[in-house]
């Protein structure tokens, strides 16, 4: 009988560890791009590791988070170099490569030279034992499979792929199935650097927060999503571009963290209690929006700020990268079968 009890307990201690793991097995992170002061009220709870496009790491998290570098691409040539310098005295185990390459406004790189730049300045970490990402795409699969294939012979090493997400609210399965192919396609772990809502949608806060929310619990149960990062660093009323709305905020204008962030921090539940108790929005988009209350970590009350932009004139469900998302998707899809539910496998490392 002994026996038998030690051999339950064993097992009930190995599920309560393969229980542990799944809930841990999404690190999130920050895509870094605000004031540096404000580091010590997010780095909490359940955030892990942080990055920027080309600034080196933020003392003011006083090395409570992991730092992960990027080469952004030949625009920021200086600052990578200065990465470089750090980096002789503090390896990462980890490097982000190019910004959005097949993005005209950002790195915007023909993916043979991306391979070739990728072999000089990235592949004598990956030597070293760094683990280096592919280019962080944002939706042409085709520019992404030139640059593997370049890659395959030249030598590169490629660990894991990074991507870019932004759509709707409405866009939670194109976003698992995109995820999905790029899995399949690529055979590899899979960081989300970037997700977020376009401004473009015309979204509303509540909206917004469910679905991020939404996605970061179902990146989650996906043990080859290994990390993610809400672009949220900044104030409501200073977005990093036209692009991400204003709503993906995680501070208010004062710095004060909103609803969203708490969230982010200190939840791993979409249906969890702190919740916003939004007021109920006016008819008019040219009206203000009175805004969500919550509690903050010493139980007093904030109120978010409201969103000060104008909402869009046109309204866009569906964009160019979205309608390449789908594209890449369906041809995927024609050549390959129906993808399957792959939420249970776990055949790579981080």
Not at 154 to 166: K, N, P, R, S, V
Not at 290 to 312: C, L, M, S, Y
């Amino acid at each position: 009988m002994r026996f038998t009890v030690q051999l339950l307990m064993a097992a009930f201690a190995a599920l309560l560890c393969a229980v542990s793991s799944t809930e841990a097995s999404l690190k999130r992170g920050l895509a870094w791009g605000v004031n540096d002061n404000y580091g010590p009220r997010i780095a909490k709870g359940l955030i892990k590791w942080y990055w920027h496009w080309q600034d080196g790491p933020n003392s003011k998290f006083d090395g409570k988070l992991e730092w992960v570098p990027c080469f952004w691409g030949p625009k920021y040539f200086s600052q990578w170099n200065t990465r470089k310098q750090e980096m002789k005295s503090n390896l990462p185990d980890y490097i982000l490569s190019f910004n959005e390459p097949e993005i005209s406004g950002q790195a915007n790189l023909d993916p043979s030279y991306a391979a070739k730049l990728h072999m000089q300045e990235l592949e004598p970490y990956a030597k070293k034992g760094v683990k280096i990402s592919s280019p962080q795409m944002v939706w042409k699969t085709e520019w992404l499979q030139e640059f593997m294939d370049e890659c395959d012979k030249l030598g590169c090493t490629i660990d894991f792929i990074a991507l870019h997400w932004y759509g709707t609210t409405k866009d939670m399965d194109l976003l698992k199935k995109w995820i999905k192919t790029i899995h399949s396609k690529f055979n590899k772990p899979i960081w989300v650097t970037e997700y977020g809502i376009t401004a473009a949608s015309g979204s509303n806060m509540s909206a917004i927060k469910k679905f991020h929310m939404d996605a970061t619990a179902w990146m989650t149960s996906v043990k080859y999503v290994k990390r993610a990062a809400w672009l949220g660093c900044f104030e409501i009323s200073k977005p990093p571009d036209s692009y991400a709305n204003s709503k993906n905020a995680f501070l208010n204008s004062n710095g004060s963290l909103r609803d969203i962030a708490y969230w982010y921090l200190y939840s791993s539940k979409p249906n969890s209690k702190r919740s916003v108790h939004s007021n109920r929005a006016l008819p008019s988009a040219h009206v203000a929006r009175r805004a969500a209350t919550h509690k903050d970590e010493d139980g007093n009350d904030i109120v978010d700020d409201e969103d000060p932009f104008e909402a869009p004139a046109h309204i866009v469900d569906c964009d160019e990268y979205c309608e390449g998302r789908k594209k890449a998707i369906a041809a995927y899809e024609a050549e390959h079968g129906q993808i399957s539910d792959e939420d249970e496998l776990d055949d790579d490392e981080e």
